[in-house]
């Protein structure tokens, strides 16, 4: 009995380290900071519509358009914006930064410019602007509808 149960603890001090490190690994593959895996692009690709992917590159930071990938989503979101409203534009804002964390430095002077659009959008109407409002970029697109 007692060579049974010390077998039993010798067999799971070997799997388990085994067991654990593996389920770790394919946890830490799939949290937001882990670089994109060719089946998320396919993922991102097939719900962007045109499989384009917003503001992706084509290489050396370039996108299709030859443009850069902040100044691609820069057109992306006003286009957004002009088409349905600012909550939208600023909804496709917030995702592109969990999508693409390269662009997060641009955060703010993108969504500072939606803000001035939204303001030109309703012809001067900050309160109208403003009511779109969201916590993304520190706020910086309420900054931009104000002034």
């Not at 900071?33 to 045109?50: C, R």
């Not at 779109?132 to 002034?147: E, I, K, N, Q, W």
């Amino acid at each position: 009995m007692k060579q049974l149960v010390r077998r039993i603890g010798q067999t799971v001090a070997l799997a388990l380290p085994v067991v654990l490190v593996t389920t770790g690994t394919l946890a830490v593959t799939r949290v937001p900071w882990a670089p994109p895996t060719s089946l998320d692009q396919q993922v991102v690709a097939a719900s962007s519509g045109d499989g384009a992917g917003i503001g992706r590159t084509t290489g050396a930071g370039r996108s299709q358009d030859g443009l850069a990938p902040q100044d691609a989503l820069r057109v992306s979101l006003l286009d957004e914006l002009r088409a349905h409203n600012p909550g939208s534009a600023l909804d496709l804002l917030e995702r592109s930064m969990r999508e693409q964390p390269g662009l997060t430095p641009y955060c703010s002077s993108l969504a500072t410019e939606l803000g001035r659009a939204a303001v030109r959008k309703y012809q001067g109407d900050v309160q109208r602007a403003r009511s779109f409002a969201r916590p993304v970029c520190d706020g910086s697109f309420a900054a931009g509808a104000a002034g």
